[in-house]
C-alpha cells in the first residue's frame, strides 16, 4: 500500500514556514505531553506522601491486646479520613482483627495486585495498588505489610483517583491555552525570521529584473555574505556578454562598411544601357536585401543585448553641435537646444552619435539662419525634434530621402546613405525617425527608448 504524497509548497519560504510549523506543533505536542506528566507525577508524589504519612502515623500508633486483638493508642481520624464514602480510608487488619477509619463505616477494603511475601516484609515500605469501594469509585492505594508482636498485620492508606486525575486535569486548563499562544507565537515569528531572512533573495531577484530591463547595469555587491559570491559570479558573465556584443557589433559594422556601400554604388551605376534586361539589377537587389536581412537579424540582437546600456542624451547633442557648428561656421546660424540634462537613452553610445550626427548634419546642410533642438517625453521612449528653417522636402518626395544613395539635390555634398542608416538603426531599438514639413520649418523626429538608469 502507497500512502498518498502530500503537495510540496513551491516556494523557499512556504517550505521553510511548513517545515517550522510542523516542527513547533511536534514541539509543542511533546513539551505538553511532558509537562503533563510532570504534573501527574508531583501530584501522585504528593498523595503517596500524605498516604505514607497516615500510614506511619497508624502504625506508630497501633498495638496488641493479651488477646491478640489490635489496639490504636490514639484516634487518628483527622481530615479528610474522617468523612463517610469520601475515599479517603484507611484500613488495619490482622489475622484476628480488622480496624478501619469512620469513613469507611465498618466496610472492608480489598487491595488488589499481589499476595504480600517476604520482599514486602523486608521492605519496610508500603507499595502502591488500585481498588474499588463499595459504591465503584476507583481508589489509589498504599499498603505497608508489617509484624506486631510477631503477628502480620496489613496497613493500607487509600484516597479517590479523582485526587491524583483533577489536580493535572485542572492544570490543563492552563496548561492547553498557554502552549497554544505559545505555538502562535513560534508561527508568527518563524514566519516573519523566514520573510527578513528571504528578503535580500528578493531583492537580489529585483536588481537582476532591473538589469534586464535595462534600468541597471551590473548588480549591486549586497550586504548579505552568502549572496556577494553570486552577485559578483552575475556581474562577471554581464561584463562578459557586454565583450563578446562589443566585438561582435565591430564585426557587423565593418561588414556593413566593407558589403552595402558597394552594393548600394552598384545600383546606382546600373541603368538601361548596360543592364538591358535588369537581370544585374535584379541580382544586386537580391544580395543587398540578403545583407539587409542578416546584418538586421544580428543587429537586432545585439541592440537588445545592448539595451543594458545608457547614454545621457544632452551631453551627446552638445558635442555633436559643437563639431557640426565648427564644420558650417561660415553660415553663422543660431543654434537652440531644448533638452533636459538628466534625459537618459537605453541605446548604445555610438548609435545615438550615428542616428543623431546624420540628422543634426542634414538640418545644418539646409538651414538658412537656425537649427532648434528640442525633446518630450512620451511613454518610454523620448521624442527628439531637430527643425531647421532650410526649404524643406516636397511631401511627395519625403519617403524617398530614405532610399539608400538617394539624393534628392544633387548640388549640396553628401553620399545619400545618411537618413537610411539613421532610420535602420532606430527601429531595431523600436523607435521611429520621420520627416515633416512645419510651420517652424522642416523638421526631423526621431523617437528612442528612455531609460531609468540607476547608478551601480
Same mark, same amino acid.
Given at each position: ?11 523557499? %519560504? ?55 486483638? /489490635?489496639?490504636?493508642?490514639? @484516634? ?15 484500613? !488495619? ?16 477494603? &480489598?487491595?488488589?495486585?499481589?499476595? %504480600?511475601?517476604?520482599? =514486602? ?10 481498588? +474499588? ?21 496489613? !496497613?493500607?492508606?487509600? %484516597? ?38 528571504? &528578503? ?14 535595462? #534600468? ?24 562578459? #556578454? ?28 546600373? #541603368? *538601361? ?8 539589377? *535584379? /541580382? $544586386?537587389?537580391?544580395? *543587398? ?10 543587429? &537586432? ?11 545621457? /542624451? ?9 563639431? /557640426? ?5 561660415? &553660415? ?18 555610438? =548609435?545615438?552619435? +550615428? $542616428?543623431?550626427?546624420?540628422?543634426? =548634419? ?8 537656425? $537649427? ?15 527643425? =531647421? ?11 524617398? %530621402? ?7 539635390? +544633387? ?21 521611429? $525617425?520621420?520627416? @515633416? ?12 527608448? !528612455? ?6
Amino acid at each position: 500500500m502507497r500512502w498518498p504524497r502530500l503537495s510540496r509548497p513551491s516556494s523557499i %519560504a512556504g517550505r521553510l514556514t511548513a517545515f517550522s510549523a510542523v516542527f513547533v506543533a511536534g514541539a509543542i505536542l511533546v513539551a505538553s505531553v511532558i509537562l503533563w506528566l510532570i504534573v501527574a507525577g508531583v501530584v501522585r508524589e504528593q498523595i503517596d506522601q500524605r498516604l505514607d504519612t497516615q500510614i506511619e502515623g497508624l502504625r506508630s500508633g497501633l498495638t496488641m491486646s493479651e488477646n491478640g486483638q /489490635l489496639m490504636l493508642a490514639s @484516634q487518628l481520624d483527622g481530615p479528610p479520613f474522617d468523612r463517610p464514602n469520601s475515599g479517603w480510608y484507611w484500613q !488495619i487488619k490482622s489475622e484476628t482483627s480488622t480496624i478501619s477509619s469512620r469513613s469507611l463505616e465498618r466496610r472492608v477494603l &480489598k487491595p488488589g495486585g499481589r499476595p %504480600a511475601d517476604w520482599r =514486602d516484609l523486608a521492605s519496610a515500605r508500603p507499595r502502591p495498588g488500585d481498588m +474499588e469501594d463499595d459504591n465503584g469509585r476507583r481508589l489509589y492505594t498504599r499498603t505497608l505489610f508489617t509484624r506486631i508482636n510477631g503477628q502480620p498485620v496489613q !496497613i493500607t492508606a487509600s %484516597a479517590p483517583n479523582a485526587a491524583l486525575t483533577d489536580p493535572a486535569f485542572r492544570s490543563l486548563m492552563w496548561l492547553v491555552p498557554a502552549m497554544a499562544f505559545l505555538g502562535i507565537t513560534l508561527l508568527i515569528g518563524t514566519y516573519l525570521q523566514v520573510r527578513f531572512g528571504l &528578503k535580500p533573495l528578493k531583492r537580489l531577484t529585483a536588481d537582476i529584473g532591473e538589469v534586464s530591463a535595462g #534600468n541597471r547595469s551590473t548588480l549591486p555587491e549586497g550586504d548579505v555574505e552568502e549572496l556577494k559570491p553570486v552577485s559578483k559570479e552575475i556581474n562577471r558573465l554581464i561584463a562578459l #556578454n557586454e565583450r563578446r556584443l562589443e566585438e561582435a557589433r565591430i564585426h557587423f559594422a565593418n561588414m556593413a562598411h566593407g558589403l552595402k556601400t558597394p552594393v548600394a554604388s552598384l545600383t546606382l551605376g546600373l #541603368n *538601361d544601357d548596360n543592364d538591358t534586361n535588369g537581370g544585374l539589377r *535584379d /541580382l $544586386v537587389q537580391r544580395i *543587398d536585401r540578403r545583407i539587409r536581412h542578416h546584418l538586421a537579424d544580428a543587429r &537586432k540582437s545585439a541592440a537588445g543585448q545592448l539595451s543594458s546600456r545608457h547614454v545621457l /542624451l544632452r551631453p551627446r547633442l552638445d558635442d555633436l553641435i559643437l563639431v /557640426l557648428s565648427n564644420i558650417y561656421r561660415d &553660415k553663422a546660424l543660431s543654434i537652440r537646444c531644448e533638452v533636459e540634462d538628466q534625459t537618459s537613452l537605453r541605446c548604445d553610445a555610438e =548609435d545615438v552619435d +550615428e $542616428v543623431l550626427g546624420n540628422l543634426l =548634419d542634414n538640418a545644418f546642410k539646409w538651414a538658412s539662419t537656425a $537649427v532648434t533642438v528640442s525633446s518630450v517625453r512620451k511613454g518610454g521612449f523620448v521624442e527628439i525634434t531637430m527643425t =531647421d528653417d532650410g526649404p524643406g522636402i516636397s511631401e511627395d518626395r519625403i519617403n524617398e %530621402a530614405f532610399q539608400p544613395g538617394m539624393r534628392l539635390d +544633387e548640388s549640396i555634398q553628401g553620399s545619400g546613405f545618411g537618413l537610411g542608416i539613421s532610420k535602420e538603426i532606430t527601429e531595431l531599438y523600436g523607435g521611429t $525617425v520621420r520627416l @515633416q514639413n512645419s510651420e517652424s520649418g522642416f523638421q526631423a523626429i526621431v523617437t528612442l527608448p !528612455i531609460s531609468s538608469h540607476i547608478s551601480s
